[in-house]
């Protein structure tokens, strides 16, 4: 992420962070219903997700996450 904004940066890091866990939960329930369930779309989204991850290894503890994702958020409704 090249943003000089550390707010705008963190939260974006912590929102694909968060879209991280989901596709990797989404994925070991698609492996427990078998390869009928199997898109490569997923797979491609997670691949993608998991490089991107690598970006934001300051925010893996869930507390500076979840702060960063709320500072972004109330920033950015701010004008709504």
């Known amino acids: 992420m090249n943003c000089n904004d550390p707010l705008v940066r963190d939260g974006l890091k912590a929102m694909l ?37 690598g970006h934001g290894s300051d925010l893996a503890d869930q507390r500076k996450l979840k702060a960063a994702l709320d500072a972004f958020h109330k920033n950015a409704y701010q004008w709504f």
């Not at 968060?18 to 078998?34: I, P, V």
């Not at 009928?36 to 998991?50: G, M, P």
């Open 17 to 53: 962070a968060n879209k991280l866990d989901e596709a990797e939960s989404h994925l070991r329930r698609r492996g427990e219903d078998g390869w009928t369930a199997h898109q490569i779309a997923d797979d491609r989204l997670l691949e993608q997700l998991r490089a991107a991850s």
